[in-house]
């Protein structure tokens, strides 16, 4: 089971090799999106589309403190138009800026997700993402 | 030799469910779990679903909509029985409001379908569906879909060997609803607020193929999730006696005060429910005490059930000893929410555990008061279901009942509960020459021959004293004796 400090560590790993060696930003934003539809894909059956929006946009919010550049207004409502914008401004920007922002963004959401069903339940719900290569999905996982 | 089906029964895991539901819960029974916003629904669910899910027996919670996700697995976690080794193991949560969102419920019924067919679970639950049906009134008027749903949806379900639990809010009875039909079991959650007391509440209103236990049967939430505690039923089956080996009333039990034994005809008769009666400051929680120092001489067990504040006396310290010394039990509450029922199951439980013969109730009133205000109108009926039950047991039984004073009429009880017990006892003041004096007498021994003469007591360090026959004064009940002309005062008996 992982701490939240493993799981940091995890998903910087997982956003590295998921880009390749020395990536370019649009390696990172690939990545990026890659990694989260996984995480919505894992958390979808389990607290609803709506839910996972929900908290995305909750740590988007709370990401953009530190990467104003990463939100842009009148993207909310609509995740595939919201993914999409994402993806380009971080392909947009400096790989390592990118890297940070993209890296920020999971690690938030992870741990907002951590403050509301507890540290554990999230370990258990999304450590298989972390996992490299991913980690079969649910489904198949218990059938 | 039978070749009938045999249902196998699963231990819900809740405490007190399996007897209020006759045995458990039938496997592969399509059961309604239902109650108003707030009973505890969820909770319940939840709880069967931890206790029963393992890897060969995997469940699947579906969340249709109500309270989201994210809060239910958030709060749910706050119980006990919560067990994370679980989640996604043996039990995977699966959200449908997108299906149900779209109002195509035949979509929502392939969706459960497939992760049926894909997961083959055991345990299926649906939380909650009341939502869902509002939802089709919304959207189509579509009533007869509907049922055509929860039809299918009961069919589906028995068809998949699993055992399935629909979660919803409150349909009254009035409510036609076709899933009552359909339905194998129905479990009825409820809450009732009376006065400043909140008391939760659940009844069976049908379990097909098995005998539930009737009536309501409280229940409490805490942070091991649900305790029910299920309306105490006398058990014809109970053997009379069985715990203290010996048939109801062969046995005489001493009371600890000496003379009294004498009174009571040699002792009280085991098995017998015996009413001590007094006002206040009368020594009743005394007697009381002497009582169960008596069984703890003779190696009895004793235990006592006090709602009311216990002041720092010797006979006081006597009985803290003993329960320090684990030689008497002691069920203190304090608590104004209570049912008959929870105290019934304490009781029992503590009754088998230390195998204990005598019981103490002190007292009745402080009994009424923590018993919750909702509760208060059947209170006799309670009693004498308790009674019942503790007799059935073989244990014999004291209550203490507060009496007030008063000289224009004999009463033995508040709450007409003097019949109830198979023995009286009562202890009454009365003016003698400017001063209180305490007197005792034996009302009744059921079945037994008794004294029946007035003795003036006195309470010293010891205990209870009991002195000779009140011979030369009559009008004692009345409070006022008048001496009789023979002769003589109001004597101390010689111990």
Do not use: C
Not at chain 1, 2 to 31: H, N, Y
Not at chain 1, 87 to 112: G, Q
Not at chain 2, 316 to 345: A, C, F, P, W, Y
Not at chain 2, 435 to 457: C, D, G, M, P, Y
């Amino acid at each position: 089971m992982s701490t939240p400090d493993s799981r940091r560590a995890a998903i910087r790993r997982t956003l590295k090799q998921r880009s390749g060696g020395a990536p370019g930003a649009a390696a990172v934003a690939e990545a990026t999106i890659g990694t989260w539809l996984q995480v919505a894909e894992r958390l979808a059956p389990v607290i609803g589309l709506q839910g996972v929006n929900v908290l995305f946009n909750r740590a988007l919010h709370l990401t953009s403190t530190a990467f104003p550049w990463l939100t842009t207004a009148g993207e909310r409502g609509d995740s595939a138009v919201q993914l999409a914008g994402i993806k380009a401004r971080l392909a947009d920007h400096e790989p390592e800026a990118a890297a940070e922002a993209s890296y920020t963004l999971l690690v938030t959401f992870t741990e907002l997700l951590g403050t509301l069903i507890g540290e554990p339940l999230t370990g258990r719900l999304l450590d298989p993402v972390w996992e490299f290569p991913p980690a079969e999905p649910v489904k198949e996982a218990t059938s | 030799m039978s070749d009938k089906v045999t249902i196998s029964r699963l231990a819900t895991g809740v405490p007190g469910l399996d007897q209020v539901l006759g045995g458990g819960l039938p496997e592969f029974s399509f059961n309604l779990i239902m109650g108003p916003p707030g009973s505890g629904k969820t909770t319940l669910a939840h709880q069967i679903m931890f206790a029963l899910a393992t890897p060969k027996r995997p469940a699947l919670f579906f969340s249709v909509f109500g309270e989201p996700p994210l809060k239910m697995l958030r709060y749910q976690q706050q119980f006990t029985f919560f067990d994370l080794g679980k989640v996604n193991e043996s039990i995977r949560y699966v959200n449908l409001s997108e299906d149900v969102a779209t109002g195509n419920y035949d979509q929502v019924l392939a969706r459960i379908t497939q992760e049926i067919e894909s997961s083959s679970p055991a345990l299926v639950f649906i939380d909650s569906f009341r939502s869902a049906i509002l939802e089709t009134w919304h959207q189509s008027k579509g009533t007869v879909r509907l049922q055509q749903f929860i039809q299918q949806l009961g069919l589906l379900l028995s068809g998949w060997q699993a055992t399935t639990f629909l979660v919803g809010e409150y349909l009254s009875a009035s409510d036609p609803s076709p899933v009552f039909t359909v339905a194998d079991g129905l479990l009825l959650l409820d809450q009732k607020i009376y006065r400043n007391s909140m008391v939760r509440q659940m009844q069976v209103l049908k379990m097909r193929g098995q005998a539930t236990r009737p009536g309501m049967h409280t229940f409490r939430i805490t942070a091991a999730g649900i305790d029910v505690f299920p309306a105490a039923v006398v058990l014809d089956s109970l053997d009379p006696g069985a715990a203290s080996g010996s048939p109801r009333g062969e046995v005489r039990l001493s009371m600890g005060v000496p003379r009294l034994d004498e009174m009571l005809g040699g002792g009280l008769p085991s098995g017998y429910s015996l009413l001590v009666a007094g006002p206040s400051g009368s020594g009743k929680t005394i007697l009381a005490t002497a009582f169960l120092s008596e069984g703890v001489r003779r190696g009895e067990p004793g235990i006592i059930v006090a709602f009311e504040q216990t002041p720092s006396q010797s006979w006081v310290h006597t009985l803290d000893d003993m329960v320090r010394s684990g030689k008497i039990g002691l069920i203190n509450t304090r608590t104004l929410d209570l049912s008959m029922d929870e105290i019934v199951q304490q009781l029992i439980k503590l009754i088998q555990k230390m195998k204990a013969t005598r019981v103490v109730i002190d007292s009745l009133s402080g009994f009424e008061l923590a018993v919750a205000p909702a509760f208060r109108e059947d209170f006799r009926e309670s009693l004498f279901r308790m009674i019942t039950v503790l007799s059935g047991l073989g244990v014999t039984v004291l209550l203490t009942s507060e009496l007030e004073d008063r000289y224009i009429d004999l009463r033995f009880s508040p709450y007409g509960s003097a019949f109830l017990t198979d023995a009286i006892i009562v202890q009454r003041y009365i003016e003698v020459e400017s001063r209180l004096k305490r007197v005792i007498a034996v009302v009744k021994v059921r079945a037994s021959a008794h004294s029946t003469e007035i003795r003036q007591f006195e309470i010293n360090a010891d205990g209870i004293v009991i002195g000779d026959p009140v011979l030369d004064y009559e009008g004692i009940l009345g409070g006022r004796p008048t001496r009789t002309p023979v002769s003589g005062t109001v004597k101390r008996g010689e111990p």
